[in-house]
């Protein structure tokens, strides 16, 4: 029997609709529009991509990127603690939109806020 993965529970319907969803704020955001390209469409196609393998669907950005090594891929761009709380807060707003809710979405941003923690690589004063 299959596993029943948060994947399968949010569907990727509405996964795809929370992706293009963040992504429009992100493109507005003051402290994100500096370090993402002016056209978002490839960085959430591959964001569709990694997603889905991040909450246990098929491993879709790892059969076309290799490894996601998400530290290093992100190592180019100057991640400050206000860029992650950015990125965060444009989630938070884009799972209010799809109306995504409950412990489902409460564990899935538990794990967002450790990954973008992760990401941080840029002492604030240095931007
Ligand atoms: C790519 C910023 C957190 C997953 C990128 C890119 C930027 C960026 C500027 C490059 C976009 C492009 O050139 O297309 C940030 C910032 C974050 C953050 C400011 C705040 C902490 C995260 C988190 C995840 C994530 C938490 C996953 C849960 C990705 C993926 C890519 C990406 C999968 C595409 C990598 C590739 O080129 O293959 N991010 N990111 N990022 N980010 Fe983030």
Redesign the pocket.
Known sequence: EKMHTPFDAIGEEKLHQLIDAFYLRVGQHPD?VP???DDLT??AR??KQ?LTQ?LGGPPL?TSE?GH?M?RA??IP?P?TET??RA?LSCMDSAMDEIGLEGPLREDFFAR?VL??QH??NTPENDV
């Open positions: 994100l370090i993402f390209p490839e960085t591959k964001q990694f991040y950005y990127h996601p998400l891929r992100h761009f991640i860029r992650a990125w967002l990954t973008a990401m941080i």
